[in-house]
């Protein structure tokens, strides 16, 4: 069964610096990957995906995803933080047989002044 | 565009009674479905659908029912609701395929008492 895994609850970063959101997965086939971003009491905001090809995938609001075939990995990537960039991020996975999107536990980004 | 409208945003109900909850989507996307949300435990997949008439189980089904005759609509049935049933509740869309995005409705908040 494809599955995705999100090893942080919660990461802090200070507004300027890099940050990175982790993500591992497991599939049979090829990985179709997925980040979004949820706003507090919003639904969810597509960022970005990685279905074939370049291994940097670059999304919405300056974020960016590095795919690692051999550490089986897509983490989130953003040179520069900003305070505007807190919110709960979540990977996931497509299941090839049935389409169903498959949802990490999600992880708290938290960009402080 | 709407993209994906649910109603209510906010509902309290007392264990035992049914409600539904409702999703549209002016997309025209074949694939819906719906999740909840818990803390610390992502979103889990409740049931989705591939097109009208068509409709299957995800993780968490029980005490779920769902339907779909058209396209566009895929209501979320609470048959007796329990306390366990309180959650935050998403309904999603997308076209078919491995590699497409899933776009979200606002959410509902439910509270059962």
């Known amino acids: 069964a494809q599955s995705v895994a999100q090893p942080e609850d919660q990461v802090n970063v200070a507004e300027g610096n890099p940050l990175t959101v982790k993500c591992t997965y497991s599939?049979?086939?090829?990985?179709?990957l997925f980040w979004y971003v949820q706003y507090p009491n919003r639904g969810l905001q597509f960022l970005l995906k990685y279905i074939t090809g370049d291994n940097l995938v670059k999304g919405s609001y300056g974020f960016e995803a590095e795919f690692n075939k051999s550490q089986t990995s897509f983490h989130l990537k953003k040179p520069s933080a900003l305070v505007s960039d807190s919110a709960l991020y979540f990977c996931a996975v497509r299941d090839g047989g049935t389409d169903k999107l498959i949802f990490g536990t999600g992880t708290r980004l938290q960009v402080f002044p | 565009n709407a993209g994906v409208t649910q109603t209510p945003k906010f509902q309290v109900l007392k264990t035992g009674q049914s409600m539904t909850l409702q999703c549209a989507q002016d997309?025209?996307?074949?694939?819906m479905s719906w999740y909840r949300q818990d803390p610390g435990m992502g979103l889990r997949l409740i049931h989705y659908?591939?097109?009208?008439?068509?409709?299957d189980q995800g993780e968490v089904p029980n005490g779920y029912n769902v339907s779909r005759s058209t396209t566009e609509d895929f209501p979320l049935r609470l048959l007796s609701a329990a306390p366990s049933q309180t959650s935050v509740y998403f309904c999603?869309?997308?076209?078919?395929?491995?590699?497409?995005?899933?776009?979200f409705g606002q959410g509902t908040r439910l509270t059962v008492v």
């Open positions: 997309m025209n996307h074949e694939y």
């Open positions: 999603a869309s997308s076209r078919q395929g491995q590699g497409t995005e899933a776009f």
């Open positions: 599939v049979s086939g090829n990985p179709y």
């Open positions: 659908s591939v097109g009208a008439g068509i409709t």
